[in-house]
């Protein structure tokens, strides 16, 4: 590395040290929330951890605003554990969670938050499902897994997705995989129902799975970090980053959003210093 580089690379790291901890501005200054939390983990390579390393992290649904944000050796229930306990340092009012499946995530949010409803992604349903019956490389239950899917795409009441699935269990009550994925639904039942109760809740983690393409859009180039330290400090700034820029291509009941930025919309009144903060453009 010439004079030049190490100069530049000085000069970054030390406008990246300088960005405000992003979890501690939504602790000291966010209080509009709409208690509808997306949470999901995306793994980083970091040097020294061979499977990566999992940052995850929340966003509050109709804001789009990322508030808190956490880099974990794994997706454990102690990382876990540890992310809601800043979630409920921020007194966050979580009504509704809508994550995948993993049990670690229930568990941790039912430790500080035993009333929260919980609705499972149903593309990370249906993916499971696909995968357990294979169907992309073998045709033979295409025709149930068609069926199945389409109960998840139904916009209709309760009762009639209940009368549906009873009438497939009917029809598909011989072959013992589609038995063990009824199972499994039906264990899974208060989960998947949410977004049919409560109509304003999404039935996807689609929105935080943009955020993710995003996020590795950007890790592309990059290639992994040398320590979680450096790690820590990008992932950090990048954050704040995109609670400082402003939306542009928000549609259909997002379009609000356009021309603003997120920390805007969940930032107490009272608080107007945090728009004088510097936005700092994170580079590649």
């Given at each position: 590395m010439n004079i030049d580089k190490i100069t530049l690379y000085r000069k970054i790291e030390k406008t990246l040290h300088k960005v405000p901890n992003s979890n501690h501005i939504s602790e000291i200054v966010c209080k509009n929330f709409c208690h509808i939390l997306l949470v999901d983990a995306k793994y980083i390579h970091v040097k020294g951890y061979d499977k990566g390393t999992a940052?995850?992290?929340?966003?509050?649904?109709?804001?789009?605003?990322?508030?808190?944000?956490?880099?974990?050796?794994?997706?454990?229930?102690?990382?876990?554990?540890?992310f809601f306990s800043k979630v409920k340092a921020m007194n966050y009012p979580l009504e509704f969670l809508v994550c995948d499946g993993l049990e670690h995530i229930i568990e941790?949010?039912?430790?500080?938050?035993?009333n929260t409803k919980i609705q499972l992604c149903l593309n990370h349903i249906k993916e499971g499902i696909r995968?357990?019956?294979k169907v992309r490389s073998d045709g033979?239950?295409?025709a149930f897994f068609t069926r199945l899917a389409?109960?998840?795409?139904?916009?209709?009441?309760?009762?009639?997705?209940?009368?549906?699935?009873?009438?497939?269990i009917r029809e598909y009550s011989i072959n013992p995989i589609h038995i063990s994925i009824f199972?499994?639904?039906?264990?899974?039942?208060?989960?998947?129902?949410?977004?049919?109760?409560?109509?304003?809740?999404?039935a996807t983690n689609n929105l935080i799975e943009a955020f993710n393409s995003h996020l590795e859009a950007r890790l592309k180039s990059i290639r992994g970090f040398q320590s979680r330290e450096s790690a820590e400090i990008w992932l950090n700034a990048y954050v704040m980053n995109r609670r400082l820029s402003k939306f542009?291509?928000?549609?259909?009941?997002?379009?609000?959003?356009?021309?603003?930025?997120s920390l805007a919309h969940t930032a107490m009144y009272d608080a107007p210093k945090i728009f004088l903060l510097k936005k700092v453009n994170v580079k590649d």
């Open positions: 940052f995850i992290y929340c966003i509050d649904y109709y804001s789009h605003d990322i508030l808190i944000n956490l880099l974990a050796p794994s997706e454990s229930y102690a990382a876990y554990l540890s941790a949010c039912r430790y500080y938050y035993p995968r357990i019956l033979t239950h295409k389409f109960a998840f795409e139904l916009k209709h009441h309760l009762r009639d997705y209940y009368s549906y699935i009873r009438k497939l199972s499994e639904i039906v264990k899974k039942d208060k989960y998947l129902i949410i977004h049919i109760i409560f109509p304003h809740v999404p542009t291509n928000c549609t259909d009941k997002f379009k609000y959003l356009n021309g603003t930025i």
